[in-house]
C-alpha cells in the first residue's frame, strides 16, 4: 500500500530544483540540475541552463514538474523570438507570429504548500539584484500563469526594452504589422483561471500594454510589487471571456 501511495502521491522531496544562468548551456550539455557554468562541451554534465525557454519552452511542455523551483541568476534574459531555446519549436517561434514566442505556463504545484517556484537567486537574501526578464518582437507576455495554481513569482524585473505603446494614435505606437516589431512585448505577466499564487518582490514596469492581465483569480498574494509606466494599463482583469 504504501508503494502505491508513494506512486500515486509522490513526497515533496520529489521537487528539484533548477537553475538558469547567462554562463549555462543548453539541455543537451546540462542538466540544469547544478548552479554552475557550463563546460565548452560535453554531454549530460551537472550545470546550469542558459535561459529560462529551457525550462519553459514556446509550446511546451515544460521540463520541470510541478512543485519543482526554476532559479534565475543575475543577469538579462531576453524572452522572445531570437533568443536561446526558441529555435526548439518552430510551430511556437516563427518570424509570421513573433508575438507566441513566449515562455511556456509554469507548471502547477501539487499543493499550497508546495508550490512551482520561478524566483531570481536573491529571492531568499533580500533580493538585491533581480535578473531582469525583457520582452521582444511583439511577445504576448513575458511570464505566463496560465491555468497556473499553487505557485510563487519572486525576485524578478520584468519589462522590455522600448518606450512604445500597443494600440497608440500618434508617435508612440508600437510596430505591430511587420517584422522586426522591436524590443517591445504586450504585457508582463498573464494569468487566468489561477488560484493560491504569490507574487513577490516584482518590478513589473514598462510594457507596452499592461503591466498585469489577469482574470479569473483565487487567493492570489502580492507582496513588494511595484507595476508602474506600462502603456495602457498597470493591472488589467478584463481578459478575454
Known amino acids: 500500500l504504501a508503494l502505491i501511495a508513494s506512486l500515486l502521491f509522490p513526497f515533496p522531496s520529489d521537487a528539484a530544483t533548477f537553475y538558469v544562468r547567462t554562463d549555462g548551456g543548453p539541455p543537451e550539455r546540462c542538466s540544469g540540475l547544478a548552479d554552475a557554468a557550463a563546460p565548452p562541451s560535453g554531454t549530460g554534465l551537472p ?15 515544460a521540463r ?9 541568476g543575475p543577469g538579462s534574459y531576453r524572452i522572445g523570438f531570437g533568443a536561446p531555446g526558441a529555435d526548439t519549436n518552430p510551430g511556437a517561434c516563427d518570424e509570421e507570429w513573433t508575438w507566441d514566442c513566449t515562455l511556456a505556463p509554469l507548471p502547477s504545484g501539487p499543493d499550497a504548500a508546495h508550490p ?36 510563487e513569482v519572486a525576485c524578478l524585473e520584468v ?27 504586450a504585457n508582463g505577466i498573464f494569468a487566468r483561471d489561477s ?4 507574487l513577490r518582490d516584482l518590478n513589473v514596469h514598462g510594457l507596452a500594454s499592461r503591466g498585469i492581465l489577469a ?14 509606466g506600462n502603456g495602457s494599463a498597470g493591472w488589467d482583469g478584463d481578459i478575454d471571456g
Not at 520541470?64 to 534565475?72: C, H, K, S, V
Request: hydrophobic share 30%; net charge negative.
Open 47 to 61: 550545470c546550469a541552463w542558459d535561459h529560462p525557454f529551457r525550462a519553459l519552452p514556446p509550446g511546451g511542455p
Open 64 to 72: 520541470i514538474a510541478g512543485g519543482d523551483t526554476l532559479q534565475i
Open 116 to 151: 512551482t517556484r520561478l524566483v531570481g537567486a536573491g529571492a531568499l537574501t533580500g533580493c538585491g539584484s533581480p535578473p531582469e526578464l525583457w520582452g521582444t518582437e511583439r511577445a504576448n507576455q513575458v511570464v505566463d500563469l496560465s491555468g497556473t495554481s499553487n505557485a
Open 159 to 185: 519589462t522590455d526594452r522600448s518606450g512604445c505603446v500597443e494600440g497608440h494614435t500618434g508617435s508612440l505606437a508600437c510596430i505591430r504589422d511587420t517584422y522586426p516589431h522591436g524590443h517591445w512585448a
Open 195 to 198: 488560484t493560491n499564487v504569490t
Open 215 to 228: 482574470g479569473r483569480l483565487t487567493d492570489w498574494t502580492l507582496e513588494r510589487v511595484r507595476i508602474a
